[in-house]
């Protein structure tokens, strides 16, 4: 999830131009195909594709509310172009993503997909956008293989993510999951998806110089956990890394706890989701998790954080709200520049550099990915609650 050297933006407060104004009620669909008018263009659109249901759908509904406010507040300034914000729900499924991909770029008013959340969303989708020439700006999606130059999924030239790569986020999180533990000995779990085998993948070297004594990959939708619990807990682990979704996560965790374990939990960001307390009941407690993402209400001012609230109804807001609205941001800045066509809004985003939340510049190199990157922050569970320990 990040670029190749990493910025120290976290904490800042957010610079002021969010021109925060009373604004109407923004208007959603579902993905219509429809043409726009492409003569008047008074009217263009912009897709959010994640989960918005199933099993993963709170990965992308604490996403949308910082797109949904970042245009919000763009239309609030009555531009000659207002820009309609359009729901693709994928699930976070591959092949959910593969079949409404077409749809969507067939809907010529969309001129930008905010999106995707998860890794194998975006690399289903790619052969889609790449045809009709629609440009990516992913908050999450962040398997190192999308951005890769000689990876054969790779999303170039429509594939850009404002969050950094897994590549940075799984030494942080071998580093964060350790700390403090005397002599680690890490078993480490993926769920065999783009993101979840993706992420301990790069987590296995620098597991490896402190110490590994287990490794598992069980498929996601799993339902029984017991059997790798036992595993674990015959290896003799004392921290479990674990690579993947929050609902096989909370289960994993439960039957961890059930079966004795005492030893640290930790995860990656696609568990980071504001449903996982809830999920994996009193297993949540102490759980370290990770994300290259700084809360958006650490980065508000009071009065941006209640426009922000009363625009989106959410009073706070959910892990990857920051890099949903920098995703937003990058498309709008290219809309008030006059570019209003797809070939237009690549070319504008392959060139450009952006603003983002809390002073934080956006540019992205040739393959998709943010220069300079972005530090991962460290998550701590406590009270049933999840709650930003600062950078891992």
Known sequence: MKDETGRQYMNKKIISGFAIAAVATLAFSAVATAPANAAAKSEVSLAFMGPLTGADAQLGQDQYPGAEWAIALYNATNPKTKVKLVKADSQCDGTVAANIAPGVAANKAIIGVIGTSCSGEARNS?????AAGLTMVAPSASAVSLTDPKAPDRGFPVFHRVVAHDGFQAPALVRY??????????YLVDDQTT???????????????????????????????????SKVKAAGANVVIYGGYTTEAAKFFKALRDGGYTGILAAGDGVNTSDFPDLAGKAAEGVRLTAADVPFENILTKDELASFTKITGVKVPGLYSTTAYNAARVFLTCIEQGKLTRPAIQLCVNNTTFKGAGGSVIKFNRYGDIIGGADVGGYLVKDGKIKYDGLA
């Open 126 to 130: 790619f052969p889609a956008y790449k």
């Open 177 to 186: 999951a350790t700390k403090g533990v005397t002599a680690p000995k890490i």
């Open 195 to 229: 993101y979840g085998a993706g992420l301990i993948k790069y987590a296995l070297a620098p597991a490896k110089k402190i110490g590994v004594v287990g490794t598992d990959s069980v498929p996601r939708g799993t339902a029984d956990w017991t059997s790798v619990a």
